[in-house]
């Protein structure tokens, strides 16, 4: 009698893998008809690593520096697919963890932060930011995979969070060197700060 072998579980989670960078969840992993023992048993073998509950990744998918990021955004979410994350998404990456996707400035988000239209189970090791009517389609873009506030809407946002504006002229003058914003949109996330002049003469290089 024939003996049936099940493909290994790289194989059998490679095209959800492959659409997040090699990682997935398990609620993913269940979709595709692989349980928990089968998981433990790809842990064992090394096939794959945990790298926060319920969101592992294919051994040697190669280096992710948004790795931390990355495994809570899946966290946060795990049922959904790559695609459902980013066409119409509830949560977004923000705040100092979209000025550091973006490569802006030199604030470091202490934990990765996100917006939500909705209440999330979180854990402690993230931040969220609860607005209930989301974000405009113009105030968000996709990036690295992830839905993630435009650099406006990043120093906007990061301006009400009081950020200070020696950081905030910093991440505004890299964005306006790369092209990733204009001075008006600058200078509209950053109104009703009492510092707007000097944030925006070291951001643009121009006295106010």
Known sequence: MATFTRPPIGARLSAVAESQQGYFTRAQAVRECVGDMALQRALKS???ERLDYGVYRIAGAGYDPHQQ?????LR????LSARERTLRPHLWVSHRSAAGLFDLGVAIADVPEFISDRRLQAR???????????????????YDGFAVTTPARTIADLAADHMDGGHLGRIASEALARGLTTEAEVEEALEGRVDLAAILELATGKMR
């Open 69 to 73: 990021l990355r495994a809570a955004w």
């Open 124 to 142: 402690a090791n993230v931040k969220i930011h609860l607005r209930s009517r989301g974000l405009k389609r113009e105030e968000w873009t996709v």
């Open 46 to 48: 090394g096939a794959i």
């Open 76 to 79: 946060l979410t795990p049922e």
